[in-house]
């Protein structure tokens, strides 16, 4: 599988002011696109052929990254002149490349993670759906205040807990025939995944990857101190003390 869908079309209405002059997918972190990210993880897991899917502002990821030879792969844009949704624009990028008859990763353009992809395709060949979803743990946004016996004491404070749900992180593998399924326009996520949850082809995988997506400004500082944490702590690991 070497052919990789991302839908980068999104104004990000809620980083404004940053995404005034730049689509969403392009919010720097540690002064670098959030697409560069993708792109980096993207090749190092071996995948070469990119499907950009893109509206608002697209000539700003154009212009940045060209035909993808400075990050080793290969770019091909498409370009919608009308919102057609997550679910029209993964429907209308398959319309592309539909002399793949191998699985297909699709990803949303607004995240930042290291989940290994040679592990997620592998599940998905393994478990035979039509659809795999990769999902992450939900933490809590909050602080946990934890009462204690039957009283009004509070025992103590958790902060941020991982709760006892899973959430679509937005990075799916599609099998080819998936394509007559997805709507023109609309959402995938809310008309084409629970028909096929309710058929019994729909599976899902589970990671405790580092994984962040950016939808407020809060996310993205929030993104941008992990990022920081990551990079401090990789480039200390081998110093002796």
Not at 26 to 51: I, T, Y
Not at 69 to 78: G, K, P, T
Request: proline letters at 5%; hydrophobic letters at 40%; aromatic letters at 10%.
């Amino acid at each position: 599988m070497e052919h990789v869908i991302i839908l980068a079309g999104g104004k990000g209405e809620r980083l404004r002011p940053l995404t005034e002059d730049r689509p969403k997918a392009m919010v720097p972190v540690m002064g670098n696109p959030l697409l560069a990210f993708q792109l980096k993880w993207l090749r190092a897991s071996g995948f070469k052929n990119v499907l950009i899917s893109c509206g608002y502002m697209n000539e700003v990821i154009r212009n940045h990254f060209g035909d993808g030879s400075r990050h080793q792969v290969s770019i091909q844009y498409l370009i919608e002149e009308q919102p057609l949704g997550r679910g029209g624009g993964l429907k209308n990028a398959l319309k592309q490349i539909r002399h793949v008859k191998t699985p297909i990763l699709a990803i949303n353009g607004d995240a930042i993670t290291n989940l290994n992809l040679s592990d997620f395709t592998a599940f998905h060949k393994k478990e035979g759906g039509l659809a795999s979803v990769a999902t992450v743990p939900l933490k809590s946004p909050y602080g946990i205040v934890e009462y204690g016996g039957e009283g009004a004491g509070i025992a103590g404070f958790t902060e941020k807990p991982e709760l006892p749900y899973w959430i679509n992180a937005g990075m799916y593998v599609l099998q080819p025939e998936i394509f007559d399924l997805l709507p023109d326009v609309g959402d995938h996520e809310e008309l084409t995944f629970p028909q096929l949850a309710r058929e019994g082809k729909l599976k899902g995988f589970k990671t405790r990857a580092f994984w962040r997506t950016v939808d407020t400004v809060k996310d993205l500082s929030e993104l941008r101190s992990d990022v920081e944490q990551l990079f401090f702590g990789a480039f200390f690991q081998n110093v002796a003390v």
